[in-house]
């Protein structure tokens, strides 16, 4: 009896080292309590700002976030082209650092009611010993035209390392399905509002 115990309690141990070692992150995010997301029916999506190494990153991101948007039915987003060219017609130069009057002039001229902007801070392969496994890290802000506040907002990473792949050589998602990911959970959260 004793020893039936013990393999129990070696089980339960062993389940909960699995399980805490599963790697994942809860996203965090801001969403305006005030505001009535359903009134957004066009938005904008802004080139992200690249903190990575890969020059490419942050318009992977931006495409992957437009398609996810148009998924979901609920917004029509503006082509990107007709962004750059509004962004080059009004003279701005960092996107990052825009300030309510150019985010409403920026609106106005694309005929969005909000724009969606962020960065791309990690886009790469994390290493542990001879494993490796891509990891994504974004954070997405979309702001109301009319009033140039930010509405939303969310920070997360995906990909890594999970205990799987550490300690059992299990297969890790592509970069693809990482970027997916990441997207698609931080474009569920404005879908409960």
């Known amino acids: 009896m004793n020893l039936c115990k013990k393999y129990i309690l070696t089980i339960v141990i062993l389940i909960t080292v699995m399980i805490s070692g599963c790697r994942g992150s809860v996203p965090l995010y801001?969403?305006?309590?005030?505001?009535?997301?359903s009134f957004f029916k066009n938005v904008a999506v802004l080139p992200l700002d690249?903190?990575?190494?890969?020059?490419?990153?942050?318009?992977?991101?931006?495409?992957?976030?437009?398609?996810?948007?148009?998924?979901?039915?609920?917004?029509?987003?503006?082509?990107?082209?007709?962004?750059?060219?509004?962004?080059?017609?009004?003279?701005?130069?960092?996107?990052?650092?825009?300030?309510?009057?150019?985010?409403?002039?920026l609106g106005n001229t694309l005929n969005v009611d909000a724009v969606i902007m962020g960065s791309v801070e990690q886009y790469g392969d994390i290493k542990s010993g001879s494993m490796s496994a891509p990891e994504v890290t974004i954070t997405l802000m979309m702001a109301d035209i009319a009033s140039g506040n930010?509405?939303?907002?969310?920070?997360?990473?995906?990909?890594?390392?999970?205990?799987?792949?550490?300690?059992?050589?299990?297969?890790t998602e592509t970069m693809s399905e990482v970027v997916q990911g990441v997207v698609r959970e931080a474009i569920q959260t404005l879908l409960a509002y």
Request: glycine share 6%; hydrophobic share 45%; aromatic share 6%.
């Open 150 to 171: 930010i509405i939303w907002s969310i920070s997360l990473t995906r990909g890594g390392l999970d205990f799987m792949s550490r300690h059992f050589g299990a297969k």
């Open 30 to 37: 801001y969403i305006d309590p005030n505001v009535d997301f």
């Open 50 to 105: 690249n903190l990575t190494n890969n020059k490419a990153s942050a318009e992977i991101v931006r495409h992957m976030v437009i398609s996810e948007l148009l998924a979901t039915g609920l917004v029509n987003v503006v082509i990107p082209g007709e962004v750059m060219s509004a962004i080059n017609e009004l003279g701005i130069r960092n996107i990052s650092s825009l300030n309510k009057n150019q985010i409403k002039t």
